[in-house]
């Protein structure tokens, strides 16, 4: 599975926000292993080469 764009990733990011969990790579890391994503996957950066597209999708 790839990385999903920002909406499917908004209901687990506001699920996440009731928690304990505020910071975005461990947020971005529970959704990884919730989703299953590949180490490739998880690693996969933007077009720019800047930032990891999880991440990105977190914030």
């Known amino acids: 599975m790839s ?10 990011v506001l699920r996440l926000a009731t928690t304990d969990i505020r910071r975005v790579p461990e ?16 690693a996969a ?7 990891k597209l999880l991440t990105d999708g977190v914030h």
């Open 3 to 12: 990385v999903p764009d920002y909406q499917p990733l908004m209901l687990p």
């Open 27 to 42: 947020i971005a890391e529970v959704i990884a292993h919730e989703l299953a994503l590949s180490v490739k996957d998880q």
């Open 45 to 51: 950066l933007l077009p720019s080469g800047t930032q």
